[in-house]
């Protein structure tokens, strides 16, 4: 897959860094005797210079449905700020790093406050932002190329086939954390002075970030280089952001889809999808098992934790609940702007007899197992729509390399209210029932993620409980993550 990005900037060999306090890039850098004069276009006072009398309705409507998903996007509470990109900060005109970031990491989010089509020949087609954004800065454009596997590919092949998608930053909008990509001074040459270049997030462009190009101590300040840099170094700074980021990215494509089909009734990248398949083989001949969706395929077990069983878990849990906390950019915990309820981690040890259920059902070894976690929400609390896999390897909770294969949970109470788990995408809804467990799969065997597992906890209205895992294609390595380094929860042995 290639995906690029190439920025104009009108720059000088006598000027080669930009303000970082006046929009997308900024403008030159002058003396003090000089007057910085900002060069801008409007929408509302140029429309002549942009769009044509006989401009196409079809290619109107592309730039518009991208842009709208874009910035429906971004306005998401998750991304204000999205903590996984959240390094830096402005100070006077510059930005600097707020701590000691590596090479590869990722610094900020590129903001996308207006988006422009143009013809081969340069030509303006279509520049699209919302009239709060204001002026936009012509003299520097950050070209964007879609690859097919993109989500919003399909909607611009589809109305614009001919066009480039370039992206603009407002001279005066307001700054958000975390979305500082445009506001970081630039250079046109290769000099030891840049440490970062902005890089399209693999498979979730136009969305694009800031990204470390060589190790920057805390307090520097951030010089973006936008000269095209070796092929070579671009593929190994991408290679690490798909690997160091490939939940937080997958997360956004995500988004990205859904709200494609939410705002327009369409999947764009329904007809590229590829066949997934095989999935992890569970026990077929388990008791009660019974398949309530075929393709992807999800099933349900009834009784599959006894009234008993159901009632002493949440009885070893109650004491221990905390809040569900990730790590953000800087390593530090917060709390998971995805779920609003409580967890407490369940020992293996304490619960032997529903390990052995769980690995039967599932036929998998108990060290495929994820830590298993008993969750409660309580009134108004959810868990927002989300995937439980990711497509390629990752490192994650004590393992290496891997990835989840299937999902199993189960509902410890009945819910008279709210509270049911729905797949949004297969319009599936299943109610909470006490004891029944569910199976589904979020990657095949081929580690590709099936973003059909689209999945919610729904708002309780009365209290929710569950116990769930998820089973690994590969056993546990890291001893970090050992059972033994768990909490006690009560002497009761179930």
């Not at 086939?161 to 500082?180: D, I, T």
């Not at 878990?313 to 809040?323: D, E, T, V």
């Not at 095949?444 to 919610?456: I, S, V």
Request: with cysteine; charged share 25%; net charge neutral.
């Amino acid at each position: 897959m290639v995906i690029y990005v190439h920025a104009f900037a009108a720059t000088s060999r006598q000027q080669t860094k930009t303000n970082a306090s006046n929009g997308f890039g900024g403008t030159k850098r002058t003396t003090k005797k000089q007057k910085k004069k900002e060069k801008g276009i409007s929408v509302e006072d140029n429309k002549d210079t942009l769009v044509s009398s006989s401009f196409n309705d079809v290619v109107e409507e592309t730039c518009n449905r991208i842009y709208s998903v874009c910035r429906e996007v971004q306005k998401s509470p998750i991304y204000q700020p999205p903590r996984w990109a959240d390094l830096c900060s402005i100070e006077g005109e510059t930005v600097i790093a707020n701590a000691k970031v590596k090479r590869g990491q990722i610094l900020t989010l590129y903001p996308i406050d207006a988006l422009v089509l143009q013809n081969d020949e340069r030509q303006i087609l279509k520049c699209y932002q919302d009239r709060e954004n204001g002026v936009l800065n012509e003299q520097d454009k950050q070209e964007v190329s879609l690859d097919e596997d993109e989500p919003l590919y399909h909607i611009l092949s589809g109305g614009a086939p001919n066009s480039k998608l370039f992206l603009m930053r407002s001279c005066n909008k307001e700054v958000v954390p975390g979305w500082l990509g445009g506001n970081i001074n630039t250079t046109t040459f290769d000099t030891e002075d840049s440490n970062c270049i902005i890089i399209p997030l693999p498979g979730a462009a136009p969305f694009c970030a800031a990204v470390a190009s060589k190790d920057i101590d805390a307090g520097n300040e951030l010089i973006r280089n936008i000269r095209p840099l070796d092929l070579g170094i671009l593929d190994e700074l991408r290679s690490i952001v798909a690997k160091e980021y490939s939940r937080n990215v997958s997360m956004l494509r995500l988004q990205v889809e859904t709200v494609c089909e939410m705002k327009f009734n369409i999947n764009p990248t329904k007809d590229n999808e590829p066949i997934l398949g095989p999935f992890h083989k569970i026990d077929l001949q388990y008791p009660g098992l019974r398949q309530i969706h075929n393709n992807p395929d999800i099933y349900e077990v009834k009784g599959f934790l006894t009234i008993d069983e159901c009632d002493r878990i949440i009885s070893k849990a109650r004491p221990h609940l905390f809040q569900c906390f990730v790590g953000d950019a800087n390593g530090k915990s917060v709390q998971d702007p995805w779920r609003t309820n409580t967890v407490a981690n369940l020992p293996r040890a304490e619960v032997p007899s529903i390990v052995k259920k769980i690995t039967k059902l599932s036929c998998c070894n108990e060290e495929q197992l994820e830590t298993l976690q008993v969750l409660n929400y309580k009134n108004g609390q959810q868990f927002k729509q989300h995937t439980d896999g990711m497509s390629g390897p990752i490192t994650a909770s004590g393992f290496e390399q891997s990835t989840r294969l299937a999902t199993v949970f189960c509902y410890l109470n009945d819910v008279s209210e709210g509270g049911s788990t729905r797949f949004p995408k297969i319009d599936l809804e299943i109610k909470p029932t006490k004891g029944t467990a569910v199976i589904h799969f979020p990657v095949d065997l081929n580690m590709r993620e099936d973003t059909r597992t689209l999945h919610q906890g729904s708002p309780a209205l009365d209290e929710k409980w569950l116990l769930t895992t998820w089973v690994w294609k590969t056993k546990r390595v890291d001893h970090a993550f050992s059972e033994s380094k768990l909490i006690s929860l009560s002497n009761d042995i179930i």
